[in-house]
């Protein structure tokens, strides 16, 4: 992760809470990660929607597949405490599971201290799915999913350019990858306007997905940021 070419510099830490191993790159997390703060101008690859945003890579699933990862509640736990103690402005859940007591509450203090927390919302689950539905996150579907969660954000998920494991780059697809963009979104939102509380942020960012998918550069000029886009007024 912090060797690919579109990350080299953008780690401010990188910690691993999978217990038996050592941190390492895994497909989702890279790709989650040069979505939100891949570097930009560099002549290669892609850049993030906040390139200018330092990663806190906090490994905490462990690949299964090429395309998918698990997690427990525990490493997950052992996560959220550590970017909260490290005041993470911002904090991405690429993921989604069976409710937890224990996540619940980190995901409680995370929004006592003003933290943003962003979540992907699961298409096949009747309610969103866990975090997503958590009271205070905010959740986001990929563009053209099934809009299951009252109030879930859209973002683009189909075919996005991402970094790979491998040091090169794949198109990936899902609702992971469109919080991701959202999650990026969030931080440029903050650098421009810090004293954003959650709740604010959330209603900068637009509609719900059921009005098609979120107008960043008119969500940055709602909150106060220069814009240097053809911004819509409506979205």
């Known amino acids: 992760l912090a060797t690919h070419p579109d990350l080299r510099g953008r780690l401010a830490q990188a910690r691993n809470f999978v217990p038996g191993g050592s941190f390492v790159a895994e497909g989702h997390g890279t790709a989650v990660a040069s979505l939100i703060g891949a570097q930009a101008d560099d002549g290669i690859g892609i850049a993030g929607v906040a390139p200018g945003s330092r990663l806190l890579a906090l490994r905490a699933c462990w690949q ?12 997950l736990a052992q996560a959220l405490q550590y970017a909260l103690v490290a005041k993470a402005r911002v904090i ?6 069976p409710q937890d007591p224990l996540l ?3 995901l409680d203090a995370a929004q006592r201290q003003r933290v943003v927390v962003i979540a992907a919302v699961d298409a096949a689950s009747a309610d969103g ?3 997503a539905a958590h009271a205070g996150v905010i959740a986001v579907a990929a563009e053209g999913d099934p809009a299951r969660l009252a109030g879930a954000l859209q973002a683009p998920g189909r075919g996005i350019p991402a970094a790979n494991a491998q040091g090169g780059w794949d198109l990936v697809s899902g609702a992971s990858f469109a919080a991701a963009q959202v999650s990026g979104l969030a931080a440029l939102m903050l650098e421009r306007s810090p004293r954003l509380e959650p709740a604010a942020l959330r209603a900068l960012l637009g509609p719900s997905a059921r009005a098609g998918p979120i107008d960043a550069c008119a969500a940055l000029a709602r909150s106060g940021a220069a814009c240097n886009c053809a911004c819509g007024r409506g979205a």
């Open 64 to 75: 299964t597949t090429t395309e998918g990862a698990r997690c427990s509640s525990y490493s």
């Open 104 to 106: 619940a509450r980190l």
């Open 129 to 131: 799915g866990f975090p």
């Open 92 to 97: 991405n859940l690429s993921l989604t599971g």
